[in-house]
């Protein structure tokens, strides 16, 4: 019954208000295209961020699937409120597009029912509850390796204190704002987002459950260490120094400390890390490992598996320094390396004799260096591949494993790199060249080139520019915020064991450490090669050495598309491309893309439409009666219709004149009819002779409406059925400051001539307007062209070349005789309109 009356009422705009009809659908024709437009933008910047062009928060990812969907919704309603009850299948295409895009953004399910802590031992493979780096503990600990006792506070009481607070709404706002292209935002949003969580009230029942998990017994009632174990981490990304810890913790300090390790969450270089990781932050929620310190006599870094000193084979690495391995990590410190063999009883094969522990410390004896390699075999073991652990010992002797994650070896030193000298004119060089230094110490592989760029104490890591050779002091956690940009690192403090050593060894960034005193002797500027695995610096580049970073970035880019396929098919993925083609339909829509599409081409050709038959004509022709009769010298009856903008104030009166007229398109359409210095054929006043002869019999005038020319306008619009004797032309066109939305679309039918006098005509203009770059198609007795997407000015240019094609034309299909004549006589057309070949050259479509 809906249906019914809706089909009624159009009817009856119809037939009784045409001018209202034709005003509304101009109107949705306009918030069409701005809605088509705003659609196109956002599919730009999703494409952006598909290609690896931008590095942005998945929130914004995310918020702009929500703005494209709703902006899609906003085309596909405009279009249905031109042709209301038309387009069927238009609805149900968005729906189930829009449905698909929904399964991909879904949030995941989030845990719900259980306590807040638990024993560690409950989090044996459960990273979804306890975070990476505690799961990867209950391991260690079920393996039966010393672990100290601990309590998970899982993510759940992560998910209820933000929940609580309201503040995922509020943290999402700033997240989608984060673009690492603009570094310098981020530090002002991550301080937004801890203030939030900070500034937000912990939830009773879960500050109550924090306080009695820090008197449990299982704790020992002293002080606590509030550890980071966020989803994610120690997994597939290490996360390594990027999250925070809390340490020495008294136990009635639990809740402002479990709240400070969740702000740690949102500090840039966590934030960063996670971004360029493509992690959504929903799917990194952070859980807390709670343990008793440890009073450590020394602690350190064990690596499973290195490459041996003598190249005989793998080893073990130990990193060891007295007390707590926060400096360690830290890159702070110069810890003791010893190289052990990979079986029992431990063979010393090498000692650094340096760092912060003695050669002949008790802290480290003989068994406990087997224990330690017991203790690597056991979780390569477990775990399947080469293991970080970080341990410590206390005072009784007795170690510790407190965290154990995925290990990449470092390789074998190759041969030198050719090295071409920058200061050789002819870019020539060879091997052999004078390292600027050597015997530096590997950290992270790889061979990397670039200027140097001395980050100095207290400078900010956003002033570090993109593929520099970077000096630094120290090895800092925070240096994960620059890695992807760098070609290499070299620090004058740092080893293997420290967390951004990790962080760099999983992105690929060569880094060597021990340059001290050296790092005052690389001028800034100077083009230097970085080889980690030998521990050398060179002058120069090898262009081999060019390729690597190529490489690294291609296989980004692959990773990326293959991350993003299914959003892409859903959002950007353009496969509706023929409108010609049958599947040119809603049903054969897959993406938002293609709905923005079809419903482009459906909403030009309704427009195009309005006067495309003989019922429409009509239709027109009653919608015309406020328009105003264009008086001028041309033989031409031309009424006008202002839907707003298209004519000045002085056309108040019932008959306008062509200073009157201020539409853009129009002004350059006459410009082309009127003032182009084209002849007008002496055939008497230009009406529709063929509807004249059909229906008048002496009965109407020749200016008659329904006779007549008719043009709707606005300031940038212009819709004109324009008649010459036995043939029309129709053309729509919008032309104003928007490139994007900016195009003619036009029709040229019938003739007065014969059937083949006809074809040459429509040949003669399929050329020229082929060479002024519109797409053009011919199908019997008609001709379409259409030209997009262009400057505004390029636009009203070829609008003056089509007023006056309209008028070379008018009779031309009764003199021609052949398709050589036609395109004799296009050429020249073309010339005398100052579009021949050379000023064609480059016109885009």
């Not at 209950?138 to 998970?152: D, F, I, S």
């Not at 529709?688 to 020749?702: L, N, T």
Request: charged content about 20%; proline content about 6%; overall charge neutral.
């Amino acid at each position: 019954m809906g249906q019914l009356a809706q089909t009624l009422a159009r009817w009856g705009q119809a037939l009784f208000a045409p001018e209202q009809r034709l005003r509304s659908r101009h109107d949705a024709f306009q918030a069409l295209l701005a809605a088509d437009e705003k659609s196109l933008l956002l599919v730009a910047e999703l494409e952006e961020i598909f290609a690896g062009a931008r590095q942005v928060d998945p929130a914004r990812t995310r918020w702009l699937c929500g703005q494209l969907s709703e902006a899609v919704g906003e085309v596909a309603a405009r279009l249905l409120a031109m042709r209301p009850g038309g387009h069927a299948g238009l609805a149900q295409a968005l729906e189930r597009i829009r449905a698909g895009l929904a399964l991909l953004l879904q949030d995941p399910a989030l845990p719900s029912g259980g306590p807040f802590v638990v024993p560690l031992a409950q989090a044996l493979g459960r990273p979804e509850l306890a975070g990476g780096k505690a799961a990867n503990l209950a391991a260690v600990q079920r393996a039966g390796l010393r672990v100290p006792p601990g309590l998970v506070v899982g993510t759940d009481a992560f998910e209820h204190f933000l929940s609580s607070g309201k503040l995922r709404p509020r943290l999402d706002r700033l997240l989608r704002q984060v673009d690492l292209a603009r570094p310098e935002r981020l530090g002002p949003l991550c301080a937004g987002m801890q203030a939030l969580v900070l500034g937000a009230c912990m939830p009773q029942d879960l500050a109550q459950a924090l306080r009695e998990a820090a008197a449990s017994p299982v704790l020992r009632g002293g002080p606590l260490a509030v550890r980071s174990s966020a989803v994610a981490e120690d997994g597939v990304f290490s996360f390594a120094g990027q999250y925070a810890s809390e340490l020495n913790v008294p136990p009635d300090g639990i809740v402002d400390a479990y709240r400070r390790v969740v702000a740690a969450k949102y500090r840039p270089r966590a934030v960063a890390y996670r971004v360029r990781c493509g992690l959504p932050d929903q799917r990194a929620p952070m859980a807390a490992l709670l343990m008793p310190m440890i009073d450590a006599a020394g602690s350190g870094v064990l690596h499973t598996c290195d490459s041996r000193p003598d190249k005989a084979g793998s080893c073990m690495s130990v990193y060891a320094l007295s007390g707590l391995g926060d400096a360690l990590v830290s890159g702070r410190a110069e810890p003791r390396v010893l190289r052990l063999s990979r079986w029992l009883p431990a063979q010393l094969l090498e000692d650094s004799g340096a760092g912060d522990l003695d050669p002949g410390q008790a802290v480290l004896p003989h068994p406990l260096l087997s224990e330690l390699v017991l203790a690597g075999l056991v979780l390569q073991s477990v775990f399947g591949r080469p293991q970080e652990v970080e341990w410590a010992v206390d005072g009784e002797g007795r170690l510790f494993v407190l965290q154990s994650r995925t290990y990449s070896a470092m390789p074998e030193p190759q041969a030198d790199p050719e090295i071409v000298r920058p200061d050789r004119a002819d870019g020539t060089g060879g091997p052999g060249e004078r390292p600027l230094a050597q015997d530096l110490s590997p950290v992270a592989p790889g061979m990397g080139c670039g200027p140097v760029f001395h980050l100095d104490a207290g400078a900010g890591i956003d002033s570090v520019p993109a593929g520099c050779v970077l000096t630094v002091d120290s090895l800092t956690p925070d240096l994960a915020r620059c890695v992807h940009q760098v070609a290499a690192v070299a620090a004058s403090i740092g080893c293997r064991a420290s967390h951004f050593a990790s962080v760099a060894r999983e992105c690929g960034v060569p880094v060597v450490s021990g340059l001290a005193e050296r790092r005052a002797s690389l001028p800034e500027g100077l083009l230097v090669t970085v080889d980690a695995a030998a521990g050398r610096i060179y002058a120069g580049c090898a262009e081999t050495l060019l390729e690597a970073p190529k490489r690294r970035r291609a296989e980004e880019r692959e990773g990326l598309a293959q991350r993003f396929a299914a959003l892409a098919r859903q959002t950007c993925r353009l496969t509706l491309t023929d409108p010609e083609a049958p599947e040119f339909a809603p049903e054969g829509c897959t993406s938002l893309h293609d709905l923005v599409r079809f419903c482009h081409e459906m909403a030009v050709a309704e427009m195009f439409g309005l006067t495309g038959s003989s019922g429409d004509s009509e239709t027109l022709g009653r919608g015309m009666g406020k328009a105003k009769m264009l008086r001028s010298d041309l033989p031409l009856s031309l009424f006008l219709l202002d839907l707003g903008g298209g004519l000045g104030p002085a056309a108040a009166r019932n008959e306008v004149l062509p200073e009157d007229m201020l539409s853009a398109p129009m002004l350059a359409l006459w410009q082309g009819l009127a003032r182009s210095g084209e002849t007008w054929s002496d055939t008497g006043f230009c009406c529709d002779w063929q509807e004249f002869d059909r229906v008048s019999a002496g009965i109407f005038r020749k200016d008659s409406r329904l006779l007549a020319s008719h043009a709707l306008l606005s300031a940038d619009y212009l819709h004109l059925l324009v008649r010459f004797g036995y043939h029309f032309a129709v053309l729509d066109s919008l032309c104003g400051q928007r490139a994007e939305a900016n195009y003619i679309n036009f029709r040229f039918k019938g003739g007065g001539g014969l059937p083949e006098q006809r074809r040459l005509r429509l040949a003669f203009i399929a050329r020229v307007l082929t060479g002024c770059g519109f797409a053009v198609r011919v199908r019997g007795d008609m001709l379409d062209a259409r030209l997009a997407r262009l400057e505004e000015l390029t636009l009203r240019r070829a609008l003056v070349l089509l007023g006056r094609l309209l008028v070379r034309t008018q009779r031309m299909d009764l003199g021609l005789r052949s398709e050589a004549q036609a395109g004799g006589l296009a050429e020249d057309f073309l010339s005398a309109c100052g579009a021949g070949p050379e000023a064609r050259d480059g016109h885009g479509r």
